[in-house]
């Protein structure tokens, strides 16, 4: 299994762009595996954000798609995530995550960061 | 969208019972579930991956059965490392987490 670290300012003002950075190691995101963000607000359950595959294609979660952009960079082994727009109810620790598609069987494929909280507000 | 439904929310056990946790996925997933663990404060650790297979270095008395819509995680010889919070997950179509099962302590 990757590595995963994500990196990034903790506190974001309102109406503002929180930007977050995953750094894969172990691995290479040209690799065939999807990587994904995931947040969690205090006290609250996991969602989905989208993710990018290792040619670039990208899925986002509907209720958050006009405000988010995941991008990948090959030459720092890294992907980001960017949400606009952001108000107090985007305050939660954000997770970059993978899935290996072509992971060696007995092996689940998945990664996880430790997080990253990030709080919005003025 | 796919939705996961997950029961109950909140289950209170003790130290030695067997525990079952159920998700329901709004249409057919195959296998393609997984089940986490979670600590406050920490990130999600995975148990069961493709429905029933274990992840490497998770105790045996953790497992996982189901496939299509059906899922379930039991826990068996329940031990004081294992009160936490646990989500299902399918990976089917993109990624839908159930809402929760919070296991507590009798």
Known sequence: QVQLQESGPGLVKPSGTLSLTCAVSGGSISSNSWWT???????????????????????????????????????????????????????????CASRSVGAPPGTSGFSWGQGSLVTVSS | DIQMTQSPSTLSASVGDRVTI???????????????????????????????????????????????????????????DDFATYYCQQYNNYWTFGQGTKVEIK
């Open chain 2, 22 to 80: 159920t998700c329901r996925a709004s249409q057919s997933i195959s296998s393609w579930l997984a089940w986490y663990q979670q600590k406050p404060g920490k990130a999600p650790k995975l148990l069961i991956y493709k429905a029933s297979s274990l992840e490497s270095g998770v105790p045996s008395r953790f497992s996982g059965s189901g496939s299509g819509t059906e899922f379930t995680l039991t826990i068996t010889n329940l031990q004081p």
């Open chain 1, 37 to 95: 963000w995931v947040r969690q607000p205090p006290g609250k359950g996991l969602e989905w954000i989208g993710e990018i595959s290792h040619s670039g294609v990208t899925n986002y979660n509907p209720s958050l798609k006009s405000r988010v952009t995941i991008s990948g960079d090959k030459s720092q082994n890294e992907f980001s995530l960017k949400l606009s727009s952001v108000t107090a109810a985007d305050t939660a620790v954000y997770y």
